[in-house]
């Protein structure tokens, strides 16, 4: 490696991001993390079936990140099965997403939406089909599936929200929700175990 | 970590930062070779082909190994997107690297001299070009070209007609011929 082999250069950088990335994980509960971080660890986690709030004692139960929101976590019961239901709001207290792993069908993982997309509904088959419908505001102009070429269809419910549907199979869909621009409105995950 | 397949390396990649380093090892030239011939400057498609890597390090996390584009096929989707934003935007859009704290490499007179001697030798940018072609253009003269499929076969398979297929591979091979003599 010279000094000055910028592949080499750019090698040596996202080794070493790799490795800054996974520090946080090792971090004591009782540090304050950034949300970006808290979403991308939960959104790496498996859930197997029955789900038995697998993310207990990786997660806090609760806390404030630098930009000030806030999640919490809550320990429910739902059909006889424990779960886990955690929250995001924002710091004027509107919810901006969720984590939900109470669904009474087969297990499912975790589901992150940005404030601009609401997940209504999930459902997983045994086959590891997926269903999700949800709805989105005006600021997003397209949902699209990485790795597709075709964005999910969207029909209108009224002039500031919409809803679409979407099922396929596979693993771990990513969702983009894009505003008019075509910028990346926040990402999240869709997780199939 | 050599005899691992790109789709075991990606996978590992979230828990093992050197197998990223791998992974990048293998693809970064032919990748920065692609993006050259696309916007006809090393410069850009280094800087480009940096915010490639680093939005893949920041989603390698949701890689599975049976992914099925594979690997590679990942990596290039995030690529096209990548090109889609700097033709909108104009510039290079180095949002993830940003994220991630990296620095930018600037490249120096050296630098680029030894990037460019390398991508001239490499055999694999122009293959690479190919991942950069729209989808259709792509499956249609990957199919035509690469694996020799007649033109109603391909047709069957992407449930299109077969005078579709035909512009298609026309236009992806007119694009791929336009972008290497873009670069010569």
Known sequence: MTMDD????LRAQLVSAGHRRLEPARAPRQRVLSRKWLLTAVAALTIAAPATAAITGVLPTGGTTPDGSSYRVEQVTQDGRACERTEFRSSAGALEGKVDNCAPTAATGPILAPKDLMIDAFNVAPGKTWLIRGTIS???????????TEPVALSATSNERRSFTSISTGYRPIFRALDQDGHEIDRFQIFVP | MQDLSDNELLARAAEDPEAFGQFYS???????????HRTGSTEIAFD???DVFAAALERCGSFHSDHEAGARGWLYAI??????????????????RQRLGMERVALSDRGLEELETRLDASASDVIAALELLPDGERQAVSARVVDEQDYDQIANRLSVSESVVRQRVSRGLRRLRNTVKEVA
């Not at chain 1, 910028?6 to 250069?9: A, G, K, N």
């Not at chain 2, 293998?26 to 050259?36: E, F, K, M």
């Not at chain 2, 690529?79 to 993830?96: C, S, T």
């Open chain 2, 48 to 50: 480009l082909a940096a």
């Open chain 1, 138 to 148: 005006a600021a997003v102009a397209k949902v699209v599936i990485e790795g597709s």
């Open chain 2, 79 to 96: 690529a096209r997107n990548k090109l889609a934003d700097f033709y909108r935007a104009g510039a290079v859009e180095d949002r993830a």
């Open chain 2, 26 to 36: 293998r693809h970064i030239t032919a990748l920065i070779g692609a993006l050259r």
């Open chain 1, 6 to 9: 910028p592949i080499e250069q």
